[in-house]
């Protein structure tokens, strides 16, 4: 197994949750509430991003606690005849630091393409935000051989030149082991989080001080083998997110 190599100062790791369409308001602000009162047992910056309906009580919940709140997703634009989206700057206003751009379940269930996750990432900025921008390959394109040349692509299509270790998070997702209980082997996540590395060198001069984060049905008991994988700075969490006893083991368990 890879370890932990290659910086003189790893970066703070973050460990962030992503709710999706999950939970409802009374068991967000639960949930919410227990984070709040466990973040200081963590060596870690702690994130969670609701549904954008929860986003307003979770916020108030969170106070000043610590964590940080995020979207799942934005809208390119500031304002205008966009039904039923949510702006980075209406995100920025309710507090959030973070918002997710191009998980694979948008770039599949709304045909998003980089183009799009990028323009989404650049509106962030504009807003303030931190894009956590989100790269992975399917089975078929791994088994294919052509994992990171996929996410070499991806990343070059949707991350926007010039960011830094301050305002850009990557995620590497393989779109395979997201919700399955599949994970890749320590090895494949070092070899495609160095590429990505690698990559992010020729987009923005701080790459090594950006946060490469794994996801993929990352739970308590496998968390302390991958965030110790050499570039991994964290996690993006799914399901294991739901339950602050799970979250709160993967932060823990992270060096």
């Not at 940080?68 to 949510?86: E, I, K, R």
């Not at 399955?180 to 990505?196: C, E, K």
Request: net charge negative.
């Amino acid at each position: 197994m890879t370890t932990k190599e290659g910086f003189a100062v790893a970066p703070r790791a973050l460990i962030a949750g992503n709710w999706k369409m999950n939970m409802d308001r009374v068991s967000s602000e639960v949930l919410a509430s227990a984070l709040a009162q466990n973040v200081g047992s963590v060596a870690v910056d702690l994130a969670v991003c609701p549904p954008s309906v929860y986003l307003s009580p979770v916020s108030v919940v969170l106070g000043s606690s610590g964590v940080a709140l995020g979207g799942q997703d934005c809208h390119t634009a500031q304002n205008g005849a966009h039904t039923g989206d949510v702006s980075p700057e209406m995100l920025a206003d309710l507090g959030c630091t973070y918002v997710i751009v191009g998980h694979s379940e948008r770039r599949a269930d709304h045909g998003e393409d980089d183009a799009a996750v990028r323009a989404k990432a650049e509106a962030a900025r504009r807003a303030g935000l931190i894009p956590i921008v989100c790269v992975g390959e399917t089975e078929a394109e791994r088994d294919a051989g052509k994992a990171l040349d996929v996410v070499e692509s991806q990343v070059r299509g949707s991350v926007p030149e010039g960011l830094t270790g301050a305002t850009l998070v990557v995620a590497y997702e393989p779109v395979w082991a997201i919700g399955t209980g599949r994970t890749p082997t320590a090895d494949d996540v070092a070899a495609v989080h160095a590429h990505i590395r690698k990559v992010l060198g020729d987009l923005c001069g701080d790459a090594a001080n950006v946060r490469l984060l794994y996801g993929g049905s990352v739970k308590p008991g496998n968390a302390k083998e991958l965030m110790s994988v050499a570039n991994v700075n964290g996690a993006l969490v799914g399901g294991a997110s739901l339950k602050a006893e799970d979250f709160l083991g993967i932060a823990k368990a992270t060096p």
